[in-house]
């Protein structure tokens, strides 16, 4: 067997591999239960050969098995997203017409009618793990095993195709960066249909024999209970669950909050990433837990790629240095390297990075340029570490002959005095180009106009940077990653004039 996940997994298997709401599970049942659904995939045929399978299940064993099964199947595991609507469940068995649908019994009654529809196989996780296990082929790492779907910020999702030397690849360098271990135990909490959960948490967590606790939603109380246990060392998480975290720790009495930033001791490590970690989130999560957040950057094309050190100074605002393995170069309009100092695209060439578009040829091949990945996103190299400034379509805004981040000028509203949360986006218009306009959810009985938030701005910003606009909202619209909407943001600033 050459998927390397599988192989390692067998000199581990009386050890505790997964706790989720199913129960506990060692490595040696999840062998067991992932050659049932191999073998229920397979149904008779040798080898899937690289065909698709969609499948839904909620986060927990279930979930793992069934991924697994399809890559000891010698198929593509294509996880389907629990948040989408039924319209992005039809793109994405659509897009990768697999050759079954799979889906825990909690979802047959959403995706057994899309499949049918289809004329596609249909089956419940439930039946496979029931079934007998036979022959499984021999699968080798040059293999197609996933397609992640991107999040369509500037176009239709595109499926993302990793090879299981791809994964290898993208499990071994933040193993080795981030000094994973056997005797680690971390907490997923993150949804598990993107690159974050399903690499950086549960492949690595499998990979060096640790335990995965697998929580079935994110809740606030519910973590900060498993952390005050002692029994986690790792949690990975996006800003938006540290925020939440915070805010229940603040609402807590003294003795609990005692109690909770006592137990974050034991943590060792604890990361954040999947959007920008606002400099606010990171010093008031440093100042309860004693822990300073590492901050990394990765996408689901390449895995990660930077990354603050485990040892050693973390920078605010930084996302570090390239990690093991990885190489990254920043670049201008025209593809030349930039100086130090000076912002330009970021590239990267690496075993992790991504196969190819799923049916989109084209599309790959201008996402390379002499086999390095164009990200398309911006950032500036300083003494050594990088600093993310943005997406070139989203948060890069042309102003007035100006290239501002918008990133930096959103660091900056979260220091105002008024202000909770915020979103900044470019607006166009016909005098600059583009309008720097905000988006903005202010705390509780606070009111701010666009002449304050300007005469307080210019104190703190170049004056082109100030936004022009304002808009007060409630909340802010975010995908499933709780990563902020900015074309949602701008729909709702054009719904206002």
Known sequence: MSILLIERAEQHAARTAIIAAEGKFTYRDLLDASGRV?????????????????????????????????WRAGGIAAPLSLFHPRPELEYVIEDTHPAVVMAHPDYAALLAPLAAERGLRFGLSSEALAGPEGPLPEVAVT??????????????????????????????????????????WILEVLPLHHVHGIVNVISCALWVGAVCEILPRFDAEQVWNRIARQEP???????????????????????????????????????????ALPVTALEKWREIT???????????????????????RRIPGSVGTPLP??????????????????????????????????????????????????TGDVAVEENGSFRILGRNSVDIIKTGGYKVSALEIEEVLRTHPKIEECAVVGM??????????????????????????????????????????????????????????KPNVKKVIESRR
């Open 428 to 485: 166009p218009d016909p005098v600059w180009g583009e309008r720097i306009c905000a988006a903005v959810i202010l705390k509780n009985g606070e009111e701010l106009t666009i002449e304050g938030l300007r005469d307080w701005g210019k104190e703190q910003l170049a004056s082109y940077k100030v936004p022009k606009d304002l808009i007060v909202v409630k909340e802010l619209p975010r995908n499933a990653m709780g990563k902020v909407s």
């Open 38 to 70: 191999a073998s229920f995939l397979l149904n008779g045929r040798r080898d899937l050969e690289e065909q698709p399978v969609a499948f839904m299940a909620p986060p927990g064993f279930h979930y793992v098995a069934l991924q697994w099964g399809i």
């Open 290 to 312: 004693g822990h300073t957040l590492l901050e990394r950057y990765g996408m689901t094309e390449i895995g990660m790629a930077l990354s603050n050190p485990l040892h050693g």
């Open 233 to 275: 060392t790792l949690f990975m998480a996006v800003p938006t669950i540290y925020v939440k975290l915070i805010e229940y720790w603040e609402k807590a009495d003294a003795t609990r909050r005692q109690q909770l930033s006592a137990a974050c001791r034991h943590m060792r490590l604890m990361v954040s990433g999947s959007a």
């Open 143 to 184: 293999r197609r095993c996933m397609i992640l779907y991107t999040s369509g910020t500037t176009g239709k999702p595109k499926g993302v195709v990793a090879t299981h030397a791809n994964i290898a690849a993208q499990v071994t360098s933040l193993v080795t960066a981030w000094e994973w271990n056997a005797a680690d």
């Open 325 to 374: 393995g990885v190489r990254v170069r920043l670049t201008d309009e025209s593809g030349q390297t930039v100086t130090s100092g000076q912002p330009g695209e970021i590239e990267v060439k690496s075993p992790a990075v991504f196969l190819e578009y799923w049916g989109k040829p084209m599309e790959t091949r201008k996402s390379f340029r002499e086999g390095w990945f164009l």
